[in-house]
């Protein structure tokens, strides 16, 4: 058996594995499930955090909190410090001011005192996480929330169960094993989407939720703690491949889709106890884990995990059509991650003498360099920087601003609902993609001499079933027919961000979350596809909607496109390739393929109008046409007046 306290190379190797799943997977499509590294990590740290406080009573009767903590310090912050620090001076020349900017400052914050992962929690979509460097420190939020009750946690029960002339072993692994199983049961109820609100993110960025994961890697620690436990030749090599394949099943199984963590963890997390259990057996050999590659990656792996990402959003940003510059900036993330834990690293993490008020004094160092840095860039964010925040995207005042249902109540704003004489009767229905259509209905109304109804519901699409995250969405959903009764609209105009509720539908994208016929939740790309034209081709089948002539609007070209940065201060107002929007582009044909048969539904592509000749132009002699890259703003909607005149004179007879 390993000797206690003693360095682990097949740990070491496990942690190289780990960082790999996480950088491959966020740097290629080679590893979707990749994330699955982060819950490799949470094993490990519960394995080896329990590993040293076990030694530790054992030798002294107790637990020094005092050493504990400052040993956190020492490992943590000088190069968390480092490499916030240098993202944030990087993110005022690479990230434009205004949100982007905003958003890297108060992640930055929120990662430095480790509660990002509750940051996330509320965090209004994906699409901005995307382009956020400090995405990927929400983990470390996780660990060290863990850390904060998981030392004292220990040492109370060690010392009650020693009072009461129990096993302090014993009574700890039931303890945890308790823990352990509540929070799973939690976690796989939470990630099906059920129980609370915003369920699906707290089963993923919520500490209590991934409890068990990090336990499971100390009941590892408190199973093998001084007992020598032999294994053969034989089932050394089959609980390696055993082990391998649990961790590696899932990492290129697994994808957006995938209900995690929940049950879905379990594969990777058992995986890694198994090979730690099988290193931690008697005798001794060398395994996969322990190559040199894997032992090198695993010595650099918290300085690469800090670094990699902030890397891969600033190449992916500087160089968007590259797909060789995530992989360059992971090599060159490698390189620092080398030279960080030699020069900054482990000088300070082997300073012994750094503990108490001298490890209060490098929090307290590194928390006024962050502070700063952070304040820097808030305010060269306010300023601008001298470069124009709307050069590219433009909002513009919108009739439809007062129109979307809130708290479960439709507006009865003077603006969203005009009576006239004409029999013809438009009503305007749908998400955001309505909404922003908005401007160009009223002028065709106008024109028409056309009564007109404007109800909108943010993320909350036409569709048989609600966006569950979304209180508004089944509400509207009720809301609807009744509307359609008063009103009584002879032309009803629908218009969907489909891309939302399909290919950015799935994990870690927490905005939307709409259930097939049978109550699961889409288990891959074509499902959500699939469960997206069906429901949609459904709500316009609806009764009240017999009769009626329907207009439905497809979602409109996705721009490539970036606000300008000091590093790229002139915005591309260049045409961009149709076909660039790819996944767009497939479910407006699912679409059109699925609902060619409905007689009274006439579909509208913008893109037809957007994109002449397959180029979509996202300017105009008079200025931007897009809000930002999902929504065109009043003056790019203009663009589509004539169209949806054409069809309503086409559907209404005149």
């Given amino acids: 058996m390993s000797t206690p306290g003693s360095f682990r190379r097949d740990v070491q190797g496990l942690r190289g594995v780990a960082v790999a799943l996480v950088v491959l997977e966020h740097s290629t499509d080679f590893v979707p499930g990749g994330y699955i590294g982060v819950d490799v990590f949470f094993v490990i740290s519960g394995f080896v955090i329990t590993r040293l406080l076990l030694e530790e009573y054992a030798s002294t009767g107790t637990v020094s909190l005092r050493e504990f903590y ?24 690479v990230l434009s001011p205004g949100l982007e900017q905003d958003k890297a400052v108060w992640a930055a914050l929120s990662s430095f005192f480790f509660i990002s992962n509750i940051r996330y929690l509320f965090e209004g979509g994906y699409f901005f996480l995307e382009a956020d460097p400090f995405r990927h420190l929400w983990s470390l939020g996780v660990e060290e929330q863990f850390y904060l009750v998981y030392p004292m946690m220990s040492l109370l029960i060690l010392g009650l169960a020693k009072k009461s002339r129990l096993n302090p072993q014993f009574v700890l692994m039931v303890f945890l094993s308790l823990i352990a199983a509540i929070s799973l049961v939690t976690s796989a109820i939470l990630a099906n989407g059920h129980l609370l609100p915003l369920a699906t993110r707290l089963s993923f960025f919520g500490t209590p939720s991934r409890f068990w994961e990090l336990m499971t890697g100390a009941l590892v620690a408190l199973l093998f703690h001084k007992r020598n436990v032999s294994v053969g030749r034989a089932t050394r090599v089959v609980g390696q491949f055993v082990g391998f394949s649990a961790v590696l099943w ?325 045409p961009f390739r149709l076909s660039l929007s790819f996944d767009r582009n497939a479910i407006v044909n699912e679409e059109s393929r699925t609902l060619s048969d409905l007689e009274n539904v006439v579909r509208l592509d913008p893109a037809e109008t957007l994109c002449p000749k397959s180029d979509c132009q996202v300017v105009t002699s008079l200025g931007p046409i897009y809000s930002d890259p999902y929504h065109l703003n009043a003056r790019g909607a203009m663009l589509l007046a004539p169209e949806i005149k054409r069809v309503i004179y086409g559907v209404s007879g005149r």
Wanted: aromatic content about 6%; charged content about 15%.
């Fill in 250 to 574: 899932p990492a290129t199984t697994y994808g957006p889709f995938t209900l995690f963590p929940g049950l879905a963890a379990l594969p990777p997390v058992l995986g890694t106890s198994l090979l730690i259990m099988i290193g931690s057996a008697t005798p001794i050999r060398k395994g996969i884990a322990e190559s040199r590659l894997l032992v090198y990656l695993g010595n650099i792996s918290y300085g690469l995990y800090l670094w990699h990402w902030p890397l891969v959003v600033f190449a992916k940003r500087v160089f968007p059509n590259s797909s060789s510059a995530p992989i360059a900036a992971v090599l060159l993330s490698i390189v620092i991650a080398d030279r960080q834990l030699k020069l900054v690293e482990d000088p300070i993490r082997h300073r012994e003498e750094f503990v108490g008020r001298r490890a209060l004094g490098i929090l307290g160092i590194a928390s006024l360099v962050v502070i700063t840095a952070a304040l820097v860039v808030l305010v060269g964010s306010m300023y601008g920087l001298g470069l124009s925040r709307s050069s590219q995207f433009e909002k513009l005042e919108s009739v439809s601003a007062n129109c979307f249902i809130e708290d479960g109540k439709l507006s009865t704003a003077a603006n969203c609902s005009v009576e006239r004489t004409s029999n013809i009767r438009i009503l305007l229905i749908g998400d955001s993609q309505a909404a922003a259509l908005s401007d160009a209905v009223v002028r065709v109304a106008d024109e028409l001499g056309a009564s007109y109804r404007l109800v909108f519901g943010n993320s909350c699409p036409v569709h048989l079933r609600p966006n569950e995250l979304r209180p508004d969405c089944e509400r509207l959903q009720e809301e609807i027919p009744t509307v359609g009764e008063q009103f009584r609209p002879t032309v009803v105009i629908v218009a969907n961000a489909s891309d939302l509720y399909v290919t950015r539908g799935g994990f870690g994208k927490p905005d939307t979350r709409i259930r097939q016929g049978d109550g699961s939740l889409p288990s891959n790309y074509q499902e959500a596809l699939e469960n997206w034209v069906t429901g949609v081709r459904g709500a316009l089948e609806s009764s009240w909607l017999m009769n009626k002539s329907v207009v439905y609007v497809q979602m409109i070209p996705v721009a490539p496109l970036k606000s300008p940065s000091l590093l790229q201060p002139t915005a591309s107002t260049s």
């Fill in 70 to 93: 400052s040993r956190r310090i020492r490992r943590l912050i000088p190069g968390l410090t480092v490499v916030l620090l240098t993202t944030l001076v990087l993110s005022l020349v």
